[in-house]
């Protein structure tokens, strides 16, 4: 059964202007959702956990429990955004279930 | 605190044969996660370990097995190679209580190629 979905495999913005990557899943309890990120040649990290309520980077995310959506957003995009993201959702004792990623990339 | 590490770095087997892959968690971990992750996709769970046992299991064939040591870090176990399983493997570490300490921390992987 698919968990996380990302119905964009890539993403191309110009510089400054907003993005959002999209990210829905399936999960009848209250979810734990991350938001990892993977710069060139750099491994996979976190960017941002739904329960921290944080914003990194200028990123910030929203649970959507409605929509079960946990969409990524940033007002303004810089070149250093471009990367690869992954929606994960956690389960028990951090069994995550990533999505297939959406490729962000900032044109200048 | 070189944070997770993963060796080797690549590996080309043949189908049929066995491969060991290990990983040594960030220091002050306990817990280890392994991930396949196929090319186009995202890190699929394989399983995780904690106190030396396995706690949690993906969708796996047992050809796939792992191992803890004492000073917590992990190695897997592919047996019986398939030209399927040429992916990346992942390692995570992360602390067994919850909360904050949830986070998992990556090694930067072991690229198996099975020809």
């Known amino acids: 059964a698919q968990r996380v979905t990302q119905p964009e495999k890539l993403l191309s913005v110009f510089k400054g202007a907003p993005v959002e990557l999209k990210c829905n899943y399936s999960y009848s309890g209250s979810p734990e959702l991350f938001w990892y990120v993977q710069y060139s040649r750099q491994r996979l990290q976190l960017l941002l956990r739904?329960?921290s309520r944080e914003s990194i980077k200028g990123f910030t995310a929203d649970l959507n429990k409605g929509e079960t959506s946990f969409h990524l957003k940033k007002p303004f995009a810089q070149e250093e955004d471009s990367a690869m993201y992954y929606c994960a959702r956690g389960g028990n004792f951090n069994k995550f279930y990533f999505g297939s990623g959406t490729k962000l990339n900032v044109k200048p | 605190d070189a944070g997770v590490t993963q060796s080797p770095t690549h590996l080309i087997k043949t189908r049929g044969q066995q491969v060991t892959l290990r990983c040594s968690p960030k220091?002050?971990?306990?817990?280890v996660s392994w991930y396949q992750q196929a090319l186009g996709q995202g890190p699929q769970f394989i399983f995780q370990?904690?106190?030396?046992?396995?706690?949690q299991r993906g969708n796996f064939p047992d050809r796939f097995s792992g191992h803890q040591f004492p000073n917590y870090s992990s190695e897997l176990n592919v047996n019986a190679l398939l030209l399927g399983d040429s992916a990346l493997y992942l390692c995570?570490?992360?602390?067994?209580?919850?909360?904050?300490?949830?986070?998992?921390?990556f090694g930067p992987g072991t690229r198996l190629t099975v020809l």
């Open positions: 220091s002050g971990h306990d817990t």
């Open positions: 995570a570490s992360s602390l067994g209580t919850g909360g904050e300490a949830d986070t998992q921390y």
């Open positions: 370990y904690y106190e030396e046992e396995e706690r």
């Open positions: 739904h329960i």
